[in-house]
Structures are given as structure tokens and as C-alpha cells.
């Protein structure tokens, strides 16, 4: 399979050597987050901070393209809310449902793509943009997993999707100037990491990665912010949580260290382990699920008791039963300095989980680690992070069984290799937190890759396998 794969990759460099040779362009920092007042996010989390992309690519050409994990720098998606509120509310346009191929072929062309970590309800879209009329497009793709912009020669349009099914809205006076006028400043500033599409290699080709990566990614270190918290903050988080005063409030010591705070119905329980958990049991049955209460009330509750910065996203959502009662899970994840992370605690789900109950937060569980901003412009060595393709071919053997034992085969089929990269879903640069020291734990860069519903990740230096999930 190595030899297979390494002639794949050779004779698309013979082709495209020259172009695909960037440096990696890295973004500002940012902190994941934190108890600390004076480093509390100003702003409110509001649900337009819910509903936004989790990753953006950009093509420039057939064989240009970029792909980026936080918009800070270029604000491509803040820029777009304004067309596409145009184009959600529009009463003349033209809607045509359009091929898998031909939605593909788009991207060959100068264009921008917004994807979304998880299938956004398009009625929530259209309220987190203020869209109180929406037209049809919301009734014909009642979910959505990205937004395409056509930014090419002639007018521009957009292509809904979800999954396979898309739909092409051409607008007869929509002028999107600007959009297409900043993508041409990103295009001459070659200041960005050249991606190229794994149809070239058989893999789907809604898959971009990069070829060539001249730098690392920095080092970062995180601490678990609960475990460095004196008795007075401790005292204060209580009773922000609880709304009483410290004084009324039982407290219960546990075996293992963990230390459970209540007050009438509400509980709020601060774990050995670093995570901290709040619970209010419901006090009426919710008979009816209602999406944007619930994802608001969530927005509020955050804002009000949780500390929040721009890299929080919301990456799933569950209906949910509990008594009777329906309503909504919602985990959320964090970038930081504009890069995914995955979380290693087992103990775990993820760094945010959220019951709620349309007006009623059920329970509310927190992970908190922070960037202890150590040495920010430090590399962790002069090596160079391997392209996503080499971490696959060092893996041959590991895919390989993966793929056997997914499909259930007896026998090696000849065209296995095909077969393995078919299966691949998506391939994305990250950081992972092995979630194993209170205090000065090294976050370590991987490339992230989604088999079969799967996401399995390797050290993005050295190729080896440092989590699954």
C-alpha cells in the first residue's frame, strides 16, 4: 500500500510542485478559558455565537485553495451575513437542486465554503440572523451542513447542502462586491497554506489537506483552572452558581475529594477530577421541545455563569427525555489560537454539555482548562508538522485492519487501498489534550482523521496514533 500511495502522491507534485509550497499561515492567539475576572470575554454569548462555521474553505482555482479554523483575520463569514441574509429572505431567485458532481465541479472555481460542525437547523440560522421572514429555502433544506458563495466571474449564488442534497439560489441583483474583492486580497497575499483535494487520490473530493507545511504549530500549555482556585473564589463561583449566599448552602465532602454544594433544588458539585457540574431538577414536565428557546436559554446561562471566548462553538445536538420531559443536549468544543482541540478525558464528554429544557437548565457540565499562554511564539522544534497524506501512508498496516474489520472482510480485497481511502470523511488539523496533569500539560498537534463515523488522531510529528473516539 505505501508504494501505491507514494506514487499517487509523486505524480500529483510533478504537476503542482511549484504552487504547493507555502508556508503555514498561523493565527493570532487566543485563550481557551478561564475563571480569572480580568480575563473574562467581555461580550455576551449570544445564539449568533452558537450558529456560526466551524470550518471555511476557500478556493481560489482548480488547484488553489485554503482551508481556515477561525475567521478572526479575514472575517470572510461576518462579511457574508449580510448577502446571505439577503439571499434567505429574497422573493425573487431561482432554486434548482443540483448534482453531488456538479456541486463538487463549484469548487474548482473562485469561491468561499462554510461548514458547520454539526447539521444546523436553517429555521435557528435564520434567528440567529435576524431573519424573521424567511423564504422557502428554509421549508425546501430544513437542515444544512454548509453554505457555498460563488465569487467567480458574472453573478453570484449560493448552494445549501446537507449531505448529499444541494441547492443552487441564483439571485438576478445580488452584488456581493466586497466578498469577492477581499477573497482577491487573501489570493494576492499568498499569505495562507496551499490545500489540494484528495480526489486526486481516489478519497472524496469534498477532502482538502495540505501537501507541504513549512513550520510547527506553537507549543501550548493548559492547566485546570479548578485546581489553582483558592477557597474565596471557590466561594464566589458557589454562589454565582447557586444564587445564595455561601452561608445557607450545605455542603457535602466526598471520599475522593469532590465537594458537593445545594440549596433547595440546585446542586453544584466541584470534582477531583477538575470538571464541575451544576444541576436544577425540573420543576414542571416539558411536554413540547421548542430548539431556539432552548438554544437561547443556553446562550444566556452561559453568558451569565460561564467564561466564555470567541473559540467556543457548538459542535452537536440531541433531542433529549428525562421524567416525561423533552428538550435538548448541547456539547460544545473550543479552538485555540484558531485551532480545533479534542479532548482525551474519558471521565468526559466534552468541554461543555448542556440539558436543557426549552426556559429550564437541567444540568450544565464544564471542563475548564485554560492557556497558560507559556512561551507563545516558541516552535516545538524545527521539524516540520508531516502532510495528513504521509501520516496515512506511515498508517498503511492500521487502515488497512481498520477497514477489514469495519466491513467485516475474510479475505484482503486487491483494491483495498481504494477502498481505504473512500472510507476516509474528513481530514483535519488539531490540537489534543491528554487531559493527564493538572498543571502544565502540553497540548499535542494532530491530524485528526474521521473513518467511518470514527475520529482517530496522530501526532502530527511523528505519525503515531495518540487517540480514538
Sequence with gaps: ???????????????????LTKNLWLQAPEQLFTFADKERELNSYVLADMIAPSKYLLNFSEINHTILYDDMKYGI???SKSSLIEALTAKEFELKEISNEEFINYHNVKSAVFYFADDTNSYILTRALDIKDPNDIVDRMPYMDSIYIYLGDGNS???????????AAHYPKMDISSLKEELDIIDESQEYTYYHSMKWYGAKPNIYIPLEIEYSLPEIYVANDLYSMNESEKKQLVEKFLGKDIGYIRQIVEGNGSTIYVYNQKYLKLNSNGLIEYFHALENRVTERNL?????????????NAEILKGMYLADVQEIEQDGSVGY???????????????????VEEYVTIEVFNDHIRSYKYYPRKDMNKLPNRNIDKSKILPAFDVIDKNAGFFKELYIDTFNIDNMPENIVDGV?????????????PC????????????AIRFKGKTYAFDAYNGILVYER
Design 1 to 19: 500500500m505505501k508504494e501505491r500511495l507514494k506514487t499517487f502522491l509523486l505524480i500529483s507534485l510533478v504537476s503542482i510542485s511549484i504552487i
Design 292 to 304: 431556539f428557546l432552548s438554544l437561547s436559554t443556553a446562550a444566556d446561562f452561559l453568558s451569565s
Design 329 to 347: 443536549k448541547l456539547s460544545y468544543r473550543f479552538r485555540v489560537r484558531g485551532i480545533p482541540i479534542l479532548l482525551g478525558n474519558r471521565e
Design 77 to 79: 463569514w461576518d462579511k
Design 436 to 447: 493527564l496533569m493538572e498543571y502544565n500539560e502540553k497540548l499535542i498537534p494532530v491530524w
Design 157 to 167: 449564488f449560493f448552494i445549501f447542502s446537507n449531505d448529499d442534497k444541494h441547492l
Design 421 to 433: 481511502l473512500a472510507s476516509i470523511e474528513d481530514i483535519t488539523l488539531a490540537y489534543y489534550d
